[in-house]
């Protein structure tokens, strides 16, 4: 950040430097055909030196609307669009070629391991030539060499894939819209397609798209610390009209002419010269890579005393047969293989399919979601959200449609429920011309949203769901938002806010005097009235009987599960005018019920969540009695369960918070800190916390969780910057969705992880001893490496792309501190273990006589039955790994297209290298009775998974729950 705030200034020095110098630009003649007048450096020169005078100079705002030929009401014509582009550039920016096969390739090829085991394959060869010539002097080389580019190619194949389905993701993630006024009407459109000349409408949240000069507004203040490493919010008005693409609008609303776009803007100019980074490494693989770093040493170590053992009883053969200085090419070729093994092993021992087993469990799990409406921002929060405890969520939008209606009205004393269209004559029928037409200027002058017109000559309303509730009433009331707007002059706004929890308005009125519009939460507005209007919309004094009626009204809405707005309004006199929009002494005018109905599927997800030990916590700036309401309909608030306000969960003691922490299910009329606060206590107390939010008052909570969940649809731009994951509809069911996948990715980890110790184990061990007892591996170069891509690709592919299944979520999520390899998982390496190994070592030491194989091609058949044997084992026990615990291995395992593609490919790689490649695998084909005997072998490991699965592991010295997750209560008692 203090990179980016140090280049920024040396930039703007630069430009003011630049601009000194009084460099003139030259406007083609296409450009002025087209009626521009400013030449595109021109207009980004003066923004980036921030130079007002220089703006002045040229007319101001309405001087460089005239210049790049736009009206500040229509906007840029359609048609203009490809002349403006074409001018002035597209806002878009240069980024780094994404990375091609090849290269993928490339890098493959740059595995120390793998260039050892090349060199020892060229060597090889040469030596192969010399001793025993063309073509069979090349085979083992050879069969080294395709073994290697087969390794390097799936390697490069998984790694181009997974870089695809980032850079879709990534072009998912940029999908960011503004709202532009083109051809006279209102529109939103995507930032990359914003051109110089547009009149961009902001609002709080949102990311201005390109820089830009100020219209107009009301007290827009912008967030550039994201440019200028700053974190004090910018204030942009008449006097300091300059906006910055890439910053973010923090409070306020406002209008702005977009002047440079693209490459020629601040952001682009700093994108230049900065590189963006790479995503880091999650948690789950750093800890991996440990563990790969840990038997990658324990590995060579084997390796380094294989390689002793195998030239010790080399020499001292040779030295009992006196021919310690009788040196051959065959003896040089002998040393060399025995070299080739000690690198293969270290090749077969290094787990680097433990880092792929990650990346491609993670990219799977991201590219599913994608498709079930959630963007993973960041690879860490699919883990984590696997190990959630708690999830804090809204209400509007999340738990609810978020399409909210006008339910119920309380006006001059009498509750009217509103029922379609009949809404209008229901209430005209009661009350007074005069009482209506305050209402309708109450729902017009004071809101941030608009009524617009679309190129079908359809109304529209942009804005809030709430706002557009209430214009929607509005209308349906017959008032008309052009009129009501253009006969009273808005003189200014004070836009709502999260910690008033109010809008308010101040108007000049069309035969003189002016008027102070105000609406927000309940409770609020009802303590700044003094009076209530009656049925003649005349302002009377408020009795206490009327108050208490007002509040019961509040009270009986939300009980209904009705969000509440009080609608008040002051008339202020001319003379005692001092600007600011007063905070006492207001009439109110009515109570309005909203309805926002709570999603399908709602209950169910939360039942899920309870089951799966996640406590779900409602936290929401609405009335407690709407918010206990919608809780308990959606099934968070339960028995025993306690609902709270905000002011008073701030007002308690850090003792008493540590108490009522795991009982508090509801929060409402919170402020943002409130819901921070909730979030940083709950962290302390060692829960891992999921937070939603749309706002960006949000933010702050957001970035405090352990995973920052923004809403897509409702979610400001501020929110989606710090969130972890997008979730694309709103709805709370897909949160629940990735606490699904992330605890899907952990298992899976856990798989295959499991697998390759077992293969680790096994291929270490029988070479080793093997070497130390017979002087030879029964493995070779060759076959150790279709082990090593049977072990790490395809295994991490198999296992590690998994599905969730629902019994995921009947257990407690991951502990923070549970180690990762389970005693279960121990139990089931080292009991396949040493299945394998008594079976291989049998087979090594006294096979030919168990076989009762001869002939001078005894050794090699032996030695291809064990290969063949030894793959079987690991085929088989790939499928054990598919479930740690569970005896039945194949639920769910046909619905895998994956995993049975993976199954099918190995079985049938095998029967090619030992059937038809024996030249460069050192195998003979086998008999069928081989054949089975190998796949009997291997299938006994399943029998073997049974019984090790009936021992059980809870109380070995380590306590821990089966499948490394710890027991959690679940419900209010959690943490």
């Not at 700044?528 to 208490?548: F, H, L, T």
Request: net charge negative; hydrophobic share 45%; glycine share 8%.
């Amino acid at each position: 950040m203090e990179q980016l705030r140090v280049l920024l200034y040396v930039q703007k020095a630069a430009f003011k430097f630049i601009d000194a110098g009084g460099v003139g630009y030259d406007l083609s003649e296409e450009a002025r055909a087209a009626g521009f007048r400013i030449h595109p450096n021109e207009l980004a020169s003066f923004l980036r030196s921030h130079s007002f005078e220089g703006l002045e100079f040229i007319g101001g705002v309405k001087g460089v609307s005239a210049k790049v030929n736009v009206s500040l009401d229509e906007g840029v014509k359609s048609s203009e669009l490809p002349i403006r582009q074409k001018i002035y550039g597209f806002n878009r920016y240069t980024e780094k070629p994404s990375k091609s096969f090849w290269m993928f390739v490339w890098e493959a090829l740059h595995d120390i391991t793998l260039i050892i085991l090349i060199v020892c394959a060229v060597v090889s060869v040469g030596v192969g030539l010399a001793t025993e010539g063309w073509p069979k002097g090349t085979y083992d080389g050879l069969g080294i060499i395709l073994s290697i580019l087969l390794v390097v190619i799936v390697t490069a194949v998984s790694d181009y894939k997974q870089s695809l389905q980032f850079k879709e993701l990534d072009t998912e993630k940029k999908k960011i819209t503004v709202q532009v006024t083109r051809d006279g009407y209102r529109q939103n459109v995507s930032i990359y397609d914003v051109v110089v000349g547009d009149i961009v409408h902001l609002s709080m949240g949102d990311q201005v798209p390109a820089d830009g000069i100020f219209i107009s507004g009301y007290s827009l203040s912008i967030d550039e610390s994201s440019l200028s490493g700053e974190s004090d919010p910018v204030n942009v008005y008449e006097k300091k009209p300059f906006l910055l693409g890439g910053s973010k609008v923090q409070d306020g609303s406002g209008k702005m002419l977009v002047t440079t776009v693209g490459m020629r803007t601040e952001w682009g100019k700093l994108m230049e010269t900065l590189e963006e980074e790479g995503e880091d490494e999650t948690p789950l693989q750093v800890k991996l890579n440990g563990v790969a770093t840990t038997i990658g040493k324990i590995g060579l170590a084997f390796a380094v005393l294989t390689f002793v053992v195998l030239v010790v009883r080399f020499l001292m053969e040779k030295l009992l047969h006196n021919e310690l200085t009788d040196w051959s090419s065959s003896d040089a070729l002998k040393l060399l293989d025995y070299f080739a093994i000690a690198v293969t092993i270290i090749v077969v021992a290094v787990p680097e399919g433990l880092p792929l087993a990650v990346t491609l469990s993670l990219a799977f799990a991201m590219k599913k979601l994608m498709n079930d409406r959630a963007l993973v921002r960041k690879l860490a929060a699919c883990e984590t959200m696997g190990s959630a405890t708690c999830i804090c969520t809204d209400k509007t939008g999340t738990l609810t449609t978020n399409h909210m209606v006008v339910d119920k009205i309380w006006l001059c004393g009498k509750e009217k429920q509103i029922i379609g269209s009949e809404g209008r004559d229901i209430l005209s029928s009661d009350v007074s011309v005069k009482v209506l037409a305050i209402l309708l200027q109450a729902i017009f002058q004071n809101t941030g949203s608009e009524v617009v017109k679309g190129k079908d000559g359809k109304k529209s309303i942009i804005g809030t769901p709430t706002e557009k509730a209430l214009l929607e009433y509005g209308l349906l009331l017959g008032g008309e938002f052009n009129t009501q707007r253009q006969e009273c002059k808005i003189l200014k706004v004070e836009p709502f806010n999260s910690v008033k929890k109010k809008m308010s308005v101040l108007v000049s009125l069309p035969d003189g005097g002016l008027r102070a519009f105000c609406k927000g939460a309940s409770e609020i507005i009802l303590a700044m009235c003094d009076k209530i209007i009656n049925s003649n919309g005349e302002p009377v004094c408020m009795s206490e009987e009327q108050a208490r009626d007002a509040a019961d009204i509040i009270n009986s809405f939300a009980s209904e599960a009705l969000r509440t707005l009080c609608l008040a309004f002051k008339d202020i006199d001319d003379a005692s005018d001092d600007g600011s929009i007063p905070d006492t002494g207001y009439t109110l005018i009515a109570i309005i019920g909203i309805k926002d109905p709570v999603r399908p599927g709602v209950k169910d997800a939360v039942r899920t969540c309870l089951a799966a030990g996640i406590t779900v916590r409602m936290v929401t700036g609405d009335n407690i009695n709407t918010a206990k309401a919608i809780a308990k309909e959606c099934g968070i608030l339960i028995e025993g369960g306690l609902a709270m306000e905000g002011s008073d969960f701030r007002n308690k003691s850090p003792e008493d918070l540590k108490n009522i922490l795991p009982r508090i299910q509801v929060m409402a009329r919170s402020l943002p800190s409130d819901k921070h606060k909730l979030v940083s206590h709950l962290r302390m107390l060692g829960e891992i916390v999921a937070v939603t939010g749309d706002g960006t008052n949000d933010a702050p909570a957001l970035h405090e969780s352990d995973i920052g969940l923004a809403m897509g649809i409702a979610g400001t731009e501020v929110a989606k910057e710090q969130a972890s994951v997008i979730i694309l509809d709103d709805d709370f069911t897909t949160i629940v969705n990735v606490a699904k996948w992330g605890r899907a990715v952990y298992i899976n980890i856990q798989k295959f992880v499991q697998f390759q110790l077992t293969v680790n184990i096994v291929a270490l061990t029988i070479n080793f001893v093997s070497a130390c007892i017979s002087g030879s591996a029964p493995l070779t170069a060759v076959q150790l490496l279709w082990v090593n891509l049977i072990m790490d690709t395809l295994g991490a592919l198999a296992l590690a792309t998994e599905p969730p299944n629902d019994a995921l979520m009947n257990r407690p999520p991951v502990g923070r501190r549970v180690s990762f390899i389970t005693n279960a998982m121990w139990r089931n390496i080292f009991g396949q273990s040493i299945y394998q190994l008594a079976v291989l070592g049998v087979l090594n030491f006294d096979g030919k006589n168990l076989l009762k194989l001869e002939g001078p091609d005894a050794s090699v058949v032996l030695n291809t039955f064990i290969f063949n044997t030894f793959v079987f084992c690991q085929v088989f026990n790939e499928i054990n790994s598919r479930d740690i615990e569970k005896i039945n291995v194949f639920r769910g395992m046909f619905n895998s297209w994956i995993f049975i593609i993976v199954m099918v490919s190995t079985v049938s790689f095998q029967a090619i290298i030992v059937e038809f490649l024996g030249t460069f695998a050192t195998t003979v084909p086998l008999s069928w009775q081989l054949w089975v005997l190998s796949i009997l072998i291997g299938s006994v490991s399943m029998l073997v998974s049974v019984v090790l699965k009936c021992i059980p592991t809870e109380k070995w010295r380590i306590p821990k729950h089966h499948d490394g997750y710890e027991a959690l209560p679940s419900g209010p008692e959690m943490a």
